[in-house]
């Protein structure tokens, strides 16, 4: 069974950028689908976004639209979240999600 595992959180400055990755180990498919959520201390926990590992089937959540991207590489079962103009209100500890298995999760902090 995959086990998903979260990298690249960090602090960053309002209006910074920031990339995440989900490592996948062990098995996946073209059926496997990847999916990012946050949650932020005292909120729900919020979608973001999902991919699989076919180049461009992603979908990213509304509100996060023209600053939050998704993308995969394939050969090391990766799938990366791209977030630009970070805003303080994105600070949350990001996870993602393959067949109902939790990564840890990475924390991102962004600072005014």
């Known amino acids: 069974q995959v086990q998903p595992v979260e990298s690249g959180g960090g602090t960053v400055q309002a209006g910074g950028s920031l990339r995440l990755s989900c490592a996948a180990s062990?098995?996946?498919?073209?059926?496997?689908?990847v999916t990012w959520f946050r949650q932020a201390p005292g909120k729900e926990r919020e979608f973001v976004g999902s991919a699989s590992y076919t180049p461009g089937d992603a979908y990213i959540e509304d509100s996060l639209k023209g600053r939050f991207t998704l993308s995969v590489d394939n050969t090391k079962n990766l799938v990366y979240l791209s977030m630009n103009s970070l805003e303080p209100e994105d600070t949350a500890v990001y996870y993602c999600?393959?067949?109902?298995?939790w990564g840890q999760g990475t924390q991102v902090t962004v600072s005014s």
């Open positions: 999600m393959i067949d109902g298995k």
């Open positions: 062990g098995r996946t498919s073209a059926n496997t689908i």
